[in-house]
Nanobody
Framework: QVQLVESGGGSVQAGGSLRLSCQAS????????MGWFRQVPGKEREGVAA???????SYADSVKGRFTISQDGAKNTLYLQMNSLKPEDTAMYYC?????????????????WGPGTQVTVSS
């Protein structure tokens, strides 16, 4: 059983940066997809970034060039570096793991989810 816990959220002004961390307990195999998703109340959850295989990554168009997903296998930790933050980035951010290693952009394929960390960006 994999458990995920996010940290690093908070409040920041537009243009600022935050780095989210996701500590995984239990073993996450290299074949897993690891992803960051976000959700605003009243809206659907959306994919932000995903990483799989030997470091392949994918990003939502809205965050390309601003966010970077990475992982430290030795620490079993997933990161999301968020730069040039905008008010529209305000959301609850969730870390997730997909044990199937496929359909890495589809939230329905993710088996394990963290409780989330709030990111608020003020203008």
């Amino acid at each position: 059983q994999v458990q995920l816990v996010e940290s690093g959220g908070g409040s920041v002004q537009a243009g600022g940066s935050l780095r989210l961390s996701c500590q995984a307990s239990g073993y996450t195999y290299s074949r897993y997809c690891m992803g960051w998703f976000r959700q605003v109340p009243g809206k659907e959850r959306e994919g932000v970034a995903a990483i799989w295989g030997f470091g392949s990554t994918s990003y939502a168009d809205s965050v390309k060039g601003r966010f970077t997903i990475s992982q430290d296998g030795a620490k079993n930790t997933l990161y999301l570096q968020m730069n040039s933050l905008k008010p529209e980035d305000t959301a609850m951010y969730y870390c997730a793991a997909n044990k199937y290693g496929t359909n890495c952009w589809d939230a329905d394929w993710y088996n394990y989810w963290g409780p989330g960390t709030q990111v608020t960006v003020s203008s």
